[in-house]
């Protein structure tokens, strides 16, 4: 079995920074694609972010020049680096990964359950 579990998520004031992790264990042959959704109350999901496995990234626009994903497959780890953050920053992010577990298993995405982050004037 594959799990991700975030941590780094809580309060934090608008302008400041804040740092999301996510971690995968078990059985893992390679990680492909890892990236970062965040929800808002009574919105959709959307996605912030994404790092494929050669560190090419993409963003939304609204996290542009802000936000910077990261990754670190010895730790089978990926990173959202949050800076000057906004109200509108506020939502549960989730993590997901594109695992493949065997060499000769299709690829799967696996999920996290998400870690609140919540910005205050």
């Known amino acids: 079995q594959v799990q991700l579990v975030e941590s780094g998520g809580g309060l934090v004031r608008t302008g400041g920074s804040l740092t999301l992790s996510c971690a995968a264990s078990?059985?893992?042959?390679?990680?492909?694609?890892m990236g970062w959704y965040r929800q808002a109350p009574g919105e959709q999901r959307e996605l912030v972010a994404v790092v494929d496995s050669d560190g090419s990234s993409n963003y939304a626009d609204s996290v542009k020049g802000r936000f910077t994903i990261s990754r670190d497959d010895a730790k089978k780890t990926v990173y959202l680096q949050m800076n000057s953050v906004k109200s509108e920053d506020t939502a549960v992010y989730y993590c997901?990964?594109?695992?493949?577990?065997?060499?000769?298993?299709?690829?799967?995405?696996?999920w996290g359950r998400g870690t609140q982050v919540t910005v205050s004037a």
């Open positions: 078990g059985t893992i042959f390679r990680l492909n694609r």
């Open positions: 997901y990964v594109d695992i493949r577990r065997y060499i000769l298993e299709p690829v799967h995405q696996y």
